[in-house]
């Protein structure tokens, strides 16, 4: 990396000079995969990183723009510390978790914030989750309510076995099927797309009624949070950025919210699975009140990032969605959709990608179109 002193250097310097570090290089070359990466924007910018390995914990690193105390101190690694998930200080309670629950395997690690992972509950296999924080109780209250109700829903949900407090571990028990993003992307995915949509729709018109809402207002303050760390990270969107936030509240003033029902909250094609013609929907953490336009935004934005942005799956979603709601306001759809994008452009500008903030920037300005767009 050549740092010739201890003061901060640009966030896009330690991008390019990450492949350089002498512990990056022996990770790659002992077939350690990166899963992660994020930068950390403050008075001491840094790069935090997971990387796995089958069979191994996952790793936890963190390279800075200044020296780090207690840092490995060979070459240029002073500017880096490799630790293990399990001495997350975040997660104090992982170590005890991943033997409580027989780890087998860890799915996803996100430093700082949660480790899912493969083990045993119950005496059944089972996905845990031990997250930084005490949401863990209320999705567990909410995933009660939602079993009540399976039999209202047209796709399977995953048992829930609790929220083991003293751990701080929400467990789910492991729910058969294939992942569905290969198979929209196999070929001509509108039937699953329709199907798709249908499904969700069952939900809203459940009547389950979870104890948390998400509407334009907290939609706002979530973009609002997003954008200020935007201009702090990446000055030079900061007008860009200011103009689309503005032009979205703007947008929910035209455009009311719709009457509430019940949400997933981050339907994304990720979050859904496909077994022998019955589909199974994952990860109710968002579970909520609020205008079905959300999750029906949060679907369609992703497959706007696929290539070709897949226009016809994401109709027939739309059409199999709004048939069974007999409802859907499309100009509403947009305004999320929009948002979508503002938090896409968000995790762009975090990415470690030298091209970051060019993609960023080309993502609000699309939103920005979008939005004008739809609502004309």
Known sequence: MNLESPMAMPIDALIAGLGDLPAIRMLHDSQWQR???????????MLVLAYEKPQERSLRIQVSATEIAGARRDSDDAWITIASCSDDPALPTLPRALKVYQCDQIIRYRPGKRCTFRGIAGGRPAFIKVLADDRGAMIASDAAALARGRHLLDFDIADCLGWDRPLQALTHVAIEGRPVPPLLLAGDGKDLASRIGHSLASLPKSGIKPGY??????????????????RKLTPRLAPLSNKLVNALAHAHV????????????????????ENHGRLALVDFDRLSLGPIEIDAATFIAELDFEAGGMPAESEAFLTAYARRMQRLDRRLLTVYRAHKHFAKAFKSALSIDPNRETRAERILRDALRLLQEGLR
């Open 213 to 230: 809402v998400f509407a334009a207002k907290q939609q706002m303050k979530r973009t609002a949070k997003y954008a200020k760390k935007l």
């Open 254 to 273: 035209v455009v009311p919210d719709t009457p509430h029902g019940t949400i997933h909250g981050s339907p994304h094609p990720h979050q859904w699975l």
């Open 35 to 45: 899963t992660f990466g994020r930068i950390e924007a403050g008075p001491n910018p």
